[in-house]
């Protein structure tokens, strides 16, 4: 499969817990993005890597957030202190920028629940 | 900043008819790029189709097709032939062009129901 690939696909966890999910892009693309889904709502940007820089960090990613792609591969995404707030399906989407003719290619995601 | 708005949460279609689904969006941006992403049930988010706003002609890929109205500001997406597999939500989005960043504004979705 050479698609967006997130482990793992569903997490439940405690409040006050840290979680940290995983995303493997496109091998050949370079740009990673992390979206936030909620109930009833469309994707909401998060965060992007060009590479292995972080970017562009949406004022939704408070200090408990943090993503990291190191050597431009795959990313993750640490929730520190969870709380109920945080409940959300989290995407990841990746491209190869060509201009006009970037496309996103997202993953199934990961369905985060903080009981 | 940019909003998109699609003002029908939910959707139903007999099977091989044609529904069209709204979206609006606001924009001071002049180049840019206005997207219809599906995303069935349990599955990952797909491209259904792309509109470049130079491009006055509208976009088509089978058996979806848009109406571009940019003065209006208005992008709905028509489903001809409408198949049990269309059943989704349907993501109207936004990309600023001509900058570095490529990401997208999500409309709130359409719940589409094809029914037998």
Known sequence: DTGVSQDPRHKITKRGQNVTFRCDPISEHNRLYWYRQTLGQGPEFLTYFQNEAQLEKSRLLSDRFSAERPKGSFSTLEIQRTEQGDSAMYLCASSLVQGARTEAFFGQGTRLTVV | ?116
Do not use: H
Not at chain 2, 101 to 106: P, Q, V
């Open chain 2, 1 to 116: 900043a940019q909003t998109v708005t699609q003002s029908q949460p939910e959707m139903s279609v007999q099977e091989a008819e044609t529904v069209t689904l709204s979206c609006t969006y606001d924009t001071s941006e002049s180049n840019y790029y206005l997207f219809w992403y599906k995303q069935p049930p349990s599955r990952q988010m797909i491209l259904v189709i792309r509109q470049e706003a130079y491009k006055q002609q509208n976009a088509t890929e089978n058996r979806f097709s848009v109406n571009f109205q940019k003065a209006a500001k208005s992008f709905s997406l028509k489903i001809s032939d409408s198949q049990l597999g269309d059943t989704a939500m349907y993501f109207c989005a936004f990309m600023r062009g001509g900058g570095s960043n490529y990401k997208l504004t999500f409309g709130k979705g359409t719940l589409l129901t094809v029914n037998p």
